[in-house]
């Protein structure tokens, strides 16, 4: 189950690999990549470009009551959110952003 502490140091079980920077669009807008583990419900939003490999350097929890769901932020070690992880994904999100997201690939899929 991925980490539902405050942590420094901490690597996100999402990570994916690629650059080692943030890139900055110049105030343009992005696309994002949403990943999507419908077996446990669970989604990650990345906020940093795709090809882009930035560490997770503090995990933030929301208070689970006052969000009804299991929500982190992933901050870098700049203080920038780099991406959020969302447990019961399918009642929090909306579905055009896990319809078209990448799936995760589970043995008990």
């Given at each position: 189950m991925p980490p539902t502490n405050d942590s420094k140091g901490a690597r996100?079980?999402?990570?994916r690999d690629g650059l080692d920077d943030v890139?900055?669009?110049g105030g343009a807008a992005t696309e994002f990549v949403v990943i999507y583990?419908?077996?446990?419900?669970?989604?990650?939003?990345?906020?940093?470009?795709p090809q882009t490999r930035v560490e997770c350097a503090r995990i933030y929890p929301c208070d689970p009551v006052d969000v009804d769901a299991v929500?982190?932020?992933d901050f870098d070690e700049q203080g920038r959110l780099i991406g959020?992880?969302?447990?019961?994904?399918?009642?929090k999100l909306p579905?055009?952003?896990l319809q078209p997201a990448e799936r995760?690939?589970?043995?008990d899929s």
């Amino acid at each position: 189950m991925p980490p539902t502490n405050d942590s420094k140091g901490a690597r996100s079980p999402w990570q994916r690999d690629g650059l080692d920077d943030v890139g900055d669009t110049g105030g343009a807008a992005t696309e994002f990549v949403v990943i999507y583990d419908k077996t446990v419900d669970a989604a990650y939003v990345y906020l940093t470009e795709p090809q882009t490999r930035v560490e997770c350097a503090r995990i933030y929890p929301c208070d689970p009551v006052d969000v009804d769901a299991v929500i982190n932020l992933d901050f870098d070690e700049q203080g920038r959110l780099i991406g959020i992880e969302v447990l019961a994904a399918s009642s929090k999100l909306p579905k055009y952003l896990l319809q078209p997201a990448e799936r995760l690939e589970t043995e008990d899929s």
